[in-house]
């Protein structure tokens, strides 16, 4: 007998609220067994487990995500030998007893087989941009927020401060609403930030954190400043998404980094940028910078690299390098033809991937 013919056909997605002192009842009988014939049959018990139900309605439950309920409880059930079924049942129950989280994120690593919304690989495939809630598409060069979600939910806590010195539509703090993180952004634009703090104010707060928009030059910028004026210590996560130099001219500004002269006067503003964060970025804690590279004069320019190893000559320590995969942008959109061609005339490969720097102050 399998867990799936015990029940009405469910979504593997689907939470299952169980009742938690019958659960563990159930688990430590298993582990009682003597031979592994018996446990299966108490196993079987547990397959029938349902959602709290008549009197066990008020009482305390266990939230379990039905595929994996599923899947763990088969996988005792195949065990060959009493040893390894009775490994199983002690690491489920541990799962349910313990938590166990990294100095820098929320996630359960008791439990770390249900977070299997998180991206642990590095290259990144993102079909289209979440246009849910105030996000919007409408600003050119800024991000998907599939970007700063994921970053914020693997390096980040409930209730920690998130840095954006990039701001541009607000994409950060958005997400940082969403998932119960407080955030700070600073836009050059004076027009933009305004914008901005409209849209972020839009979006709902569920959480009640804080989300504050500064405008100002992020090169020069006082964030120690900043802080202090919200009784902020520090923040514990930084979002860099910058100009990918002057593919983009996001004003006329001379300080604007899409308007520096050079690559390398373009690599010298962005350091000072992360310098200016670094210093009120926690230790031990992690700061991502999003870029992309160009062509320039019929060459590739390294962008990325470029600025990857100023920082790290900065001091900052790099933990993982991430490609994301992207289709279209907004400026080749409808026109994937036309760049196809070029690419064939002109000896080069379409850009389709940007870079996720990811550094951790050490």
């Known amino acids: 007998m399998t867990p799936s013919a015990e029940r009405a ?14 659960l563990f009842q159930l688990l430590e009988a298993c582990l009682a ?55 199983y ?34 290259l990144w495939h993102i079909e289209r941009r979440d246009r849910s809630g105030q996000h919007s598409g409408h600003y050119w060069g800024n991000f998907v927020p599939q970007i700063p979600h994921q970053l914020m939910r693997r390096f980040s806590k409930a209730g920690d401060w998130v840095l954006d010195p990039f701001l541009g539509s607000g994409t950060t703090l958005i997400e940082a609403r969403r998932l119960g993180r407080n955030a700070l952004g600073v836009e050059l634009q004076e027009s933009v930030a305004q914008e901005t703090w409209s849209r972020v104010q839009r979006e709902d707060n569920p959480h009640r954190v804080q989300s504050i ?7 020069s910028f006082d964030f120690r400043s900043m802080l ?8 514990q996560l930084a979002i860099l998404h910058p100009p990918y130099h002057d593919i983009i001219r996001f004003s006329s ?16 503003g962005f350091a000072q940028v992360v310098e200016g964060v670094s210093r009120v970025l926690q230790r031990k804690r992690y700061l991502a910078v999003v870029i992309g590279d160009k062509y320039a004069g019929q060459n590739w320019v390294p962008l990325g690299f470029l600025t ?37 005339a002109g000896g080069f490969y379409v850009f389709k991937h940007e870079y996720i720097f990811l550094f951790q102050k050490p």
């Open 228 to 235: 202090d004026q919200h009784e902020i210590d520090q923040v």
């Open 253 to 268: 500004l001379p300080e604007d980094l899409s308007n520096q002269a050079d690559v390398d006067a373009f690599v010298d």
């Open 308 to 344: 990857m190893q100023r920082i790290q000559e900065m001091g900052l320590n790099l933990k993982s390098i991430v490609v994301k995969n992207f289709e279209e942008t907004f400026g080749k959109r409808s026109q994937r033809e036309l760049w196809r061609y070029r690419a064939l």
């Open 89 to 122: 049942l002690k690491r489920l129950l541990r799962s349910f007893e313990q938590v166990k989280t990294p100095t820098f994120s929320d996630i359960n690593l008791c439990r770390w087989q249900e977070y299997d919304d998180l991206w642990t690989d590095s």
């Open 9 to 22: 056909p469910i979504a593997a997605d689907s939470a299952l609220a169980l009742p938690k002192v019958r």
């Open 33 to 87: 067994c003597a031979t592994i014939e018996a446990l299966r049959k108490q196993v079987i018990a547990m397959t029938q487990l349902g959602p709290a139900r008549g009197s066990w309605e008020s009482a305390e439950v266990v939230t379990v995500r039905w595929g994996l309920w599923r899947d763990q409880l088969r996988q005792i059930q195949d065990s060959r030998s009493l040893e390894r079924a009775r490994h």
């Open 213 to 219: 928009v500064r405008q100002g030059n992020s090169a």
